[in-house]
Nanobody, 124 residues
Framework: VQLQASGGGLVQAGGSLRLSCAASGRTLRGYTVGWSRQAPGKERELVARIKRNGGSTYYPDSVKGRFTISRDNAENTVYLQMNSLKPDDTAVYYC??????????????????WGQGTQVTVSS
């Protein structure tokens, strides 16, 4: 499966952005999809995950209540809606997919397929 991430940009603190992860080659329905981010000098952090079975979601405390991950199976796309953005949210954001056979996808690096990053910059 090939992934194409888009939707990043520059936004003021308190603003919103919606990132898109469009898939081609295979349907995303059979994959767990995660959004992670990496700021300069920091480790990659998983910020949202939606499971392949049932679509249950996960968010770390750092984004809970502000970020929402969702699927559009008809569009073969996963979205990350980001509200109430903070300067600390500035990072390159990546989407990734995995068949999640061994339920390892809380590890932001344990994904088989990756899109290119999209830069999100939040100004204060």
């Amino acid at each position: 499966v090939q992934l194409q991430a888009s939707g990043g940009g520059l936004v003021q603190a308190g603003g919103s952005l919606r990132l898109s992860c469009a898939a081609s080659g295979r349907t995303l329905r059979g994959y767990t999809v995660g959004w992670s981010r990496q700021a300069p000098g920091k480790e990659r952090e998983l910020v949202a995950r939606i499971k392949r079975n049932g679509g249950s979601t996960y968010y770390p405390d750092s984004v809970k209540g502000r970020f929402t991950i969702s699927r559009d199976n008809a569009e073969n796309t996963v979205y990350l809606q980001m509200n109430s953005l903070k300067p600390d949210d500035t990072a390159v954001y990546y989407c990734a997919a995995d068949r999640d056979v061994i339920d390892s996808t809380l590890d932001p690096l344990a994904y088989d397929f990756w899109g290119q990053g999209t830069q999100v910059t939040v100004s204060s």
